[in-house]
């Protein structure tokens, strides 16, 4: 079992910058791939970005050049830099993190994008 927490949301003016932790207890040993979502009101919730734990990261077309995910692994938690914000990145921000039990989510922390 690993449980996640978020951290980090807040309001931020277009063009600022925030970074978002994700911190997990538990089995942090079996973590692997660790993934970004996002979910703003009355949308889907998107992918943002993964850390596959191989060395290589991936991101969503809306966000590549303004976010970047890294991970430390002796604190089993993974960040979340993001730069250049714009209105349309306001949502609830979630990690999930794969483990060989399956996948396991946190709870969100709120971005808020606006002047």
């Known amino acids: 079992q690993v449980q996640l927490v978020e951290s980090g949301g807040g309001l931020v003016q277009p063009g600022g910058s925030l970074r978002l932790s994700c911190a997990a207890s538990?089995?942090?040993?079996?973590?692997?791939?660790m993934d970004w979502y996002r979910q703003a009101p009355g949308k889907q919730r998107e992918w943002v970005a993964t850390?596959?734990?191989?060395?290589?990261?991936n991101y969503a077309d809306s966000v590549k050049g303004r976010f970047t995910i890294s991970r430390d692994n002796a604190r089993g938690t993974v960040y979340l830099q993001m730069s250049s914000l714009k209105p349309e990145d306001s949502a609830v921000y979630f990690c999930?993190?794969?483990?060989?039990?399956?996948?396991?989510w946190g709870q969100g922390t709120q971005v808020t994008v606006s002047s």
């Open positions: 538990g089995n942090v040993a079996s973590l692997d791939t």
């Open positions: 850390d596959t734990n191989r060395g290589s990261a």
């Open positions: 999930r993190a794969w483990t060989y039990a399956g996948s396991f």
